[in-house]
């Protein structure tokens, strides 16, 4: 009999559903709570925002009309680029290697070996198509938006058109005075990076 009635009163609180449930509006439905009718409510007069909108679709996402861009959205400078190689180092020749050929240190302990820059595919591929991928990740890679703000990954993506444009002017030789073409938000050896809307080295 005592087994029966402590099984019944666990059983009843059980049942107590005390901030379980409790009434809500749906998002923008009307209430006659409100002397305006309005169940979403105006933030109060001197709130702060936290963080803030990002209204440059270019900087922020690498894209336009759904299109990985061609330029810099931020202007590059060589300050810019030096610091675009220290993060590289830290972030990304782990796996793309220092010169980066794919040959990080994750390659020599069997792990999956990531492109190589200089594979035509990536030497070709707009700059935006790096920013995308440092942000959502691609393949194997997992993002990098938690760990990299949004200006240091233009700055590695800078940094990446210089190792490729160094390479491009070493192939081409002399004849080419070891300058790349700056296309796709290219950065040339001597300096000259394409100067499209905010983007080029200065």
Not at 44 to 69: P, S
Not at 109 to 120: A, V, W
Not at 127 to 145: C, L
Not at 150 to 177: C, H, K
């Amino acid at each position: 009999m005592a087994g029966v009635v402590l099984a019944g009163a666990l059983g009843l609180t059980a049942c107590r559903q005390d901030m379980h449930n409790q009434p809500r509006y749906k998002p923008f439905a009307a209430t006659s709570f409100f002397g305006d009718g309005r169940s979403a409510r105006p933030a109060i007069e001197d709130t702060v925002a936290r963080g803030q909108l990002h209204l440059d679709q270019a900087r922020y996402t690498g894209k336009e009309n759904g299109k990985d861009i061609s330029y810099f959205p931020i202007q590059i400078t060589r300050a810019d680029v030096a610091r675009g190689q220290e993060r590289f180092n830290i972030f990304c020749s782990p796996c793309h290697g220092r010169l980066g050929d794919g040959h990080g240190m994750i390659v020599s302990r069997g792990l999956r070996q990531p492109p190589s820059y200089y594979d035509p595919r990536l030497v070709n591929a707009p700059v935006g198509h790096f920013f995308d991928v440092m942000t959502n990740g691609y393949g194997a890679m997992y993002s990098y938006a938690s760990r990299v703000p949004v200006d240091d990954r233009w700055r590695i993506a800078s940094y990446i058109r210089a190792l490729q444009a160094s390479a491009a002017g070493a192939s081409a030789g002399a004849s080419q005075n070891g300058a790349a073409s700056p296309q796709n938000g290219a950065v040339s050896q001597n300096g000259a990076g394409q100067s499209g809307r905010a983007g080029g080295l200065q």
